[in-house]
C-alpha cells in the first residue's frame, strides 16, 4: 500500500469521529474542521515515523487532542468563556446538522462538564476506543481514565436530568 | 465487591467494546443480575448511556470536509537513515562496504574514525535533521524510558524541570560508533520538536564536563550539551539560544 493510499484509508475510516471527537472539545463546527484537516495533515507530513502501523489509530487522536491543548494553551481561537456569560455566541449548527438538535444538546451538555472529564468522555462514547488507549491518547493513567469517566458520567446525568424540559434550548439553531 | 463499587463499575460498562473482557466488570455484572436493586439501577443507567451515546455519535461531519481533508495530501519527503533499509540503502551500503574494505587494505595505517564529542554532536544532529525514525511514539515519558531501558540504551537520564512538563512524541536507539545512544523527542508545541540524545560519559571523553550546557549551532537546529553524573546529554531544537535555555532552567 502506498503512502497516499494508506493515507485515504485512515481519512475514510477515523475522519467522522476525529470530528466528533474534535467538535467535543472545540465545541463549534469550524474550529472542528480545522482541527480534524491539521490532525491529517500531521500524518501526511509525520505519519512514517510511527513504526506500529496499528496504532495509527491512537496516533490520530492523540494528535489531535494535543493540538487543541495547544491552540487553547496559546489562547488563540479557544478563549475560554462560560457558556452562559456567552449563550447568544453558542456554536451555529450548519444547515447539514440541524436536524440533529438533541445531539447538540448533548453536546452542549458535554461542554459544560468540568474540563477535566471532557475529553475522556468523548472518548468513551465514541466506543472506538479501549480504556487503555483513551489512556494513551490524553497521556493520564488507567486508573485516572476510569475515574474520570465515572465522575463524568455523574456529572452529565446530573446535567442532563436537572434540566427542565419545557425550558426552550438555545444556541443550538 | 458492594453495591456502590458494583455500581461504579458498572457506569463504564460499554457492551461490545474491548475493555469488557475485565474481570471486575464480569464480577459487577454478576452482582446486577443476582441484586434486584442493582439491577434496576443498571438497567435504567443502560438507557441513558444508550441515549447519551446515540445522540453524540450522529453528530455528522460537514459536507466536503472529507473532500477538503483528501486534496491537502502532500507526501512527506522522508530520509529514513537508520533501521529501514529500502533496496538502494542496501546497495549503497554494500558499496561503501567494498570502498571500505579497499580503502582499509590500502589505508591501514591511517587514523580512525573521529570519535570525538564534536563529532558525535554533528552527526546525531544532522541525522536528526535529515530525517528519522521513533522506535516508539507515545506522549508518556516513564513509556519511553521504560521502552529505552529494555533495549539496553541509556534510560537513567535526568530531564531538567520544564522537560519533564512537555508531552513526549516519541523515542528511539540510535548508533554511534557501535554504541547505543538514546534519543527522547519531546512536542515543545507548535509542531516544534525537540531531541535529547543522552551517551554514556565514558563513550565521549572530551564532551562538556560541567552541567552548564554549552551552546552551538548545527544546521537548522540549535544544541545544548551538558554532563551530569555519567551521562553527555545534547538537546536540539529549531530555535535560538533562549529558546532551548527556557527548557533547561
Known sequence: ?173 | MNSRQAREILMRYRPGVADDSDPELAQALEQAARDPELGRWFEHHRAFQNAVRDRFTQLSPPAGLKDKILAQYRPAEVVVWWQRPDFRTLAAAAAAAIVLLVGLAVFRDRPREDQSFLAFRNRIVRNAQRGYAMDITTTNLDEIRRYLAAHEASADYVLPGPLQQLPGDGGAVVRWQNRKVSMVCFDSGNHNDLYLFVARRSDLPDAPAAPEPEFSRIGKLTTASWSTGDKVYVLAGKGDEQFLRRYLR
Request: charge should be neutral; aromatic fraction near 10%; include cysteine.
Open chain 1, 1 to 173: 500500500m502506498t503512502a497516499q493510499q494508506e493515507f485515504e484509508l485512515l481519512v475514510s475510516r477515523y475522519y467522522s469521529t476525529l470530528y466528533q471527537f474534535a467538535f467535543s472539545l472545540a465545541r463549534n463546527e469550524g474550529d472542528a474542521c480545522d482541527l480534524t484537516q491539521q490532525t491529517f495533515y500531521a500524518w501526511a507530513r509525520k505519519g512514517h515515523q510511527l513504526r506500529d502501523r496499528s496504532k495509527a489509530k491512537t496516533w490520530l487522536f492523540t494528535t489531535l487532542y494535543r493540538e487543541f491543548l495547544e491552540r487553547k494553551r496559546r489562547q488563540l481561537r479557544f478563549p475560554h468563556f462560560e457558556l452562559s456569560a456567552v449563550d447568544p455566541d453558542l456554536p451555529r449548527i450548519s444547515p447539514a446538522t440541524v436536524n440533529e438538535l438533541d445531539s447538540a444538546e448533548v453536546l452542549r451538555s458535554l461542554a459544560q462538564l468540568d474540563e477535566t472529564f471532557q475529553a475522556p468522555l468523548a472518548l468513551f462514547y465514541l466506543e472506538d476506543h479501549s480504556y487503555k488507549e483513551i489512556a494513551d491518547i490524553l497521556g493520564i493513567p488507567l486508573g485516572t481514565v476510569k475515574s474520570r469517566i465515572s465522575r463524568g458520567i455523574t456529572q452529565l446525568h446530573e446535567m442532563l436530568t436537572r434540566d427542565n424540559p419545557n425550558t426552550p434550548k438555545k444556541g443550538t439553531a
